[in-house]
């Protein structure tokens, strides 16, 4: 009788997935859970148990929500950062940490009149970020007609900022949401000419077509719902080249929808943004951080994740399954690759 529940547990733990601990009754189903689950070692993990979270949401909840995994809230609520949601070897660690892991709106702010003076280029920055304020156009005031841009660079200084003048009439100025007069579009720099030049700043000095995703001199652009911001602005850039906070998948919600720029500036840098009237430059610099935040994830081996399905498919062929189905669960999360871009690949 022992050892038949010894072999009953023993079956159990095989049949367990080394990542996100979800047990099957047959080997096979674990398999089939690898080949579509796209585990890997970019997903945020629990620094108590080791469970791997799709993103860092539903880390959150296995350690904050109101019915965390016990043994690790209790570890989290002493030795854990509510930020990043790492955890210390002790509190005097943690003290430390927090120095740099907590943001203040200020920070970027207080300094900005010190940063007005354009710089001509973007230096040795890598990426750049991007945030523009939207007035209305049409009958109803329902087209949006970018009419305030802002670039930043790395090091959060601008770059570029100008109030621009829309092609076509502007019937609402959403003036409580803006902040932007018709005063301020009466000699603003027309959009076309603002165009040029935010795309000779992304490419610069490189020809669209010849933008490269690693070695180029073309810059990373970084924002929040870039595409319809680059719509709006008239400007087409590679997709390879955009950094976009809003459909990254470790910062979406649980169910996969994404979170708002204010929500993520205070789960993740700690301080609020967006509290009246919309500034470009508030924007940049959190998109800019959050951006900066997730590149710097230490993740314990170079992986090229980002193949995606394809790639999954390909690591777990049928005609391997009778061999991957005497894997153990840690060799099986091994043949698993991840399905987005990892920044930390930047």
């Known amino acids: 009788?022992?050892?038949?529940?010894?072999?009953?547990?023993?079956?159990?733990?095989?049949?367990?997935?080394?990542?996100?601990?979800?047990?099957?009754?047959?080997?096979?189903?674990?398999v089939e859970h690898m080949r579509i689950s796209f585990h890997s070692v970019h997903e945020p993990k629990c620094g108590v148990c080791q469970k791997h979270c799709r993103s860092f949401e539903s880390l959150r909840e296995h350690l904050i929500a109101p019915l965390p995994k016990v043994e690790c809230a209790r570890?989290?609520?002493?030795?854990?950062?509510?930020?990043c949601l790492n955890i210390f070897d002790n509190t005097s660690a943690l003290r430390y940490h927090r120095d740099s892991c907590q943001y203040s709106r200020n920070s970027?702010?207080?300094s900005r009149m010190s940063r007005l003076s354009l710089q001509n280029s973007t230096g040795d920055s890598q990426a750049v970020a991007l945030a523009c304020t939207m007035v209305g156009?049409?009958?109803?005031?329902?087209?949006?007609l970018c009419a305030r841009v802002c670039l930043i660079g790395e090091d959060e200084n601008i770059i570029f900022h100008a109030y621009m003048k829309p092609s076509i009439v502007v019937t609402n100025y959403r003036?409580?949401?803006?902040?932007?007069?018709?005063?301020?579009?009466?000699?603003?720099?027309?959009?076309q000419q603002a165009r040029r030049r935010i795309q000779d700043i992304l490419c610069n000095g490189e020809p669209v077509w010849k933008i490269r995703q690693r070695g180029g001199r073309a810059k990373i652009l970084v924002g929040v719902g870039l595409d319809h911001d680059l719509a709006c602005l008239g400007v087409e850039y590679p997709s390879f080249m955009l950094r976009d906070i809003e459909n990254y998948p470790p910062l979406m919600k649980t169910s996969k929808l994404s979170n708002s720029l204010k929500y993520?500036?205070?789960?993740?840098?700690?301080?609020?943004?967006?509290?009246?009237?919309?500034?470009p430059y508030e924007d940049?610099?959190?998109?800019?951080?959050?951006?900066l935040k997730m590149r710097s994830q230490l993740h314990p081996r170079d992986y090229i994740?980002?193949?995606?399905?394809?790639r999954n498919r390909d690591n777990f062929p049928a005609w391997r399954q009778r061999e991957m189905e005497r894997m153990p669960p840690e060799a099986l999360l091994e043949l698993s690759g991840s399905d987005y871009y990892c920044w930390c690949l930047d």
């Open 108 to 110: 970027g702010l207080a």
């Open 264 to 279: 993520l500036s205070q789960a993740y840098l700690g301080y609020d943004i967006q509290n009246g009237i919309q500034d």
């Open 137 to 144: 156009g049409g009958n109803d005031g329902s087209i949006d």
């Open 284 to 291: 940049s610099v959190a998109a800019m951080r959050l951006y």
């Open 75 to 83: 570890v989290f609520s002493v030795r854990g950062c509510s930020l």
């Open 1 to 30: 009788m022992p050892g038949a529940m010894d072999g009953k547990r023993e079956e159990t733990i095989r049949n367990k997935c080394a990542a996100c601990f979800r047990q099957f009754n047959k080997v096979e189903h674990l």
């Open 305 to 310: 994740s980002g193949s995606g399905e394809a």
């Open 175 to 191: 003036y409580e949401k803006t902040g932007i007069r018709p005063e301020h579009l009466r000699d603003a720099m027309p959009i």
